[in-house]
């Protein structure tokens, strides 16, 4: 009796559990819908690299330039480390130490090197190199490149073969043959390597006055002409004379 009496409770406890599972089930629904805050958390997918482009567009870079050389043939060589390429709107320009422009042209060009051609330079004197309209490698858009030099004297056969002082503010050059001119201009410096305010007075083919401000007896000075060559060269180039007043 006692067997049949617990058989018949563990048959019912049984059927209990059952029967309350889905309602429990159910509640435990409803409570996460109105109690409980899910948070869900998204992790975002990595890029596939071998189909999408993460990199972003290169902005453009002044180019390093290697080195500026100008020979005594009235030509500026600039060198470039990188290879690079050149726009329509590609212009040179060259200004001395007061900012005066001194005509030049582009005469040369390839990846690595580009070459101006220029006249009227001053031996020792400094200039500044001015390209515009530059594309380095992966550069979108053109670039400009300033650079400092130290100019060569331009070759010429000119040559002044004496010098005469006159009211101690006069120094008038005698040439070795005829000389022609074109945009000519003096430079006078003294020992010290200072400048002298100077001019040109008068223009010949045998001979140039130049008029010195502050000439001191005793003292020497550097007279450099530059923009002369004569009837045979292609070239203007300077010619250099030192005197003692």
Do not use: H, W
Not at 68 to 92: E, H, M, P, Q, W
Not at 173 to 202: P, Q, R, W
Request: hydrophobic residues 35%.
């Amino acid at each position: 009796m006692r067997r049949k009496v617990r058989g018949m409770v563990v048959g019912m406890l049984a059927m209990s559990m059952v029967a309350t599972a889905p309602i429990s089930a159910f509640a435990g629904q409803a409570g996460s819908a109105e109690g409980v805050t899910i948070t869900t958390e998204v992790r975002a997918k990595k890029p596939d690299t071998g189909k999408t482009d993460t990199k972003k567009p290169q902005k453009a870079e002044s180019q390093k330039v290697g080195k500026v050389t100008c020979t005594s043939a009235g030509k500026v060589n600039i060198s470039f480390k990188n290879k690079v390429t050149y726009t329509d709107a590609l212009r040179a320009e060259i200004t001395d130490a007061q900012g005066q422009e001194i005509t030049c042209k582009i005469s040369k060009k390839n990846k690595s090197l580009l070459m101006v051609s220029v006249a009227g330079l001053v031996s020792g004197q400094t200039y500044t190199i001015t390209i515009d309209g530059i594309l380095g490698k992966d550069s979108a858009q053109p670039v400009t490149i300033t650079k400092s030099f130290v100019a060569k004297g331009m070759k010429t056969q000119c040559k002044a073969s004496s010098a005469t002082v006159s009211n101690n503010k006069f120094v008038t050059l005698k040439m070795n043959g005829a000389v022609e001119y074109k945009d000519a201009t003096v430079t006078v410096k003294d020992s010290a390597g200072n400048v002298c305010e100077a001019k040109i007075v008068k223009k010949a083919k045998g001979n140039i006055k130049v008029q010195i401000t502050g000439l001191k007896k005793g003292n020497t000075y550097t007279i450099t002409i530059d923009g002369v060559k004569t009837k045979k060269e292609k070239n203007y180039g300077s010619i250099t004379k030192t005197i003692t007043v």
